[in-house]
């Protein structure tokens, strides 16, 4: 039972990754049998895997078909971003209260603030082949603005909320950064960001999370409107979520 278990939790993760980094586009049919061929495996893990994803709103079910990634929604792009900016500009606050009082959440966002500086004069410098290599080392600072967000808000409860979104979120930045204009705005708003949280300026960390989510939302929008196919991605000009 212990293997199946653990068997089950690698096809898991190996799918989400699959599903975040968009290599399973959405609308793409799940076939037990063929990922079970594909990643070692029998049908049992496969399936524990597939309704795991399901639950977490990765994977759609339709009657009598296979199992789907789950589409894009336009409709349902801007309900996460109404739901993310209601609860991490609430956790920015938080955090930027924390740096007051908990030294290691200031030295946090002091490291990760210099950081984001070596790369942003790294990047600049770089051609612009050098720059469309250099997306996951951008990816990878933003990740550890978003996990020390979570890491060192007040409200366990808020913390958990947020990172239950992540895989959703995580899919969709592939699509919401399409450029180097778009990516040295994004790194920008984050300084913004940690700037205020590290002067403990609560409101401002807050507006300025707000701030960064408006337009990450925009530009995803105009993404997936203006040529959305250019990924392969099945995208749903509806308002369902």
Not at 45 to 60: F, K, N, T, Y
Request: glycine content about 6%.
């Amino acid at each position: 039972m212990a293997r199946a278990t653990g068997k089950s939790e690698a096809v898991y993760e190996r799918l989400k990754q699959d599903i975040e980094s968009l290599r399973l586009k959405p609308g793409a049919k799940l076939s037990e049998i063929q990922l079970g061929e594909e990643l070692g495996a029998s049908r049992t893990p496969v399936r524990e895997a597939i309704r795991r994803l399901s639950r977490e709103g990765l994977v759609d079910f339709a009657p009598g078909e296979l199992a789907r990634v789950a589409a894009i929604s336009l409709g349902g792009v801007r309900s996460l971003f109404e739901f993310r900016m209601t609860l991490e500009s609430e956790a920015a606050a938080q955090v930027a209260a924390q740096t007051q009082v908990q030294e290691r959440a200031l030295d946090a966002f002091q490291q990760l603030l210099s950081q984001l500086e070596m790369f942003e004069e790294s990047f600049r410098a770089m051609d612009a082949a050098q720059q469309a290599r250099s997306f996951q080392d951008f990816y990878t600072l933003t990740e550890s603005f978003d996990q020390h967000i979570i890491a060192f808000c007040r409200n366990p409860y808020l913390a958990r909320a947020i990172r239950e979104m992540r895989s959703q979120s995580l899919r969709l930045r592939h699509l919401s950064h399409t450029g180097p204009s778009r990516m040295l705005t994004s790194l920008d708003e984050h300084r913004v960001m940690i700037k205020a949280i590290v002067n403990g300026d609560s409101p401002a960390a807050a507006a300025a999370c707000r701030h960064h989510l408006t337009q990450t939302l925009q530009a995803l929008i105009d993404s997936l409107i203006g040529a959305p196919y250019e990924a392969g991605v099945e995208v749903r000009l509806d308002s369902a979520g």
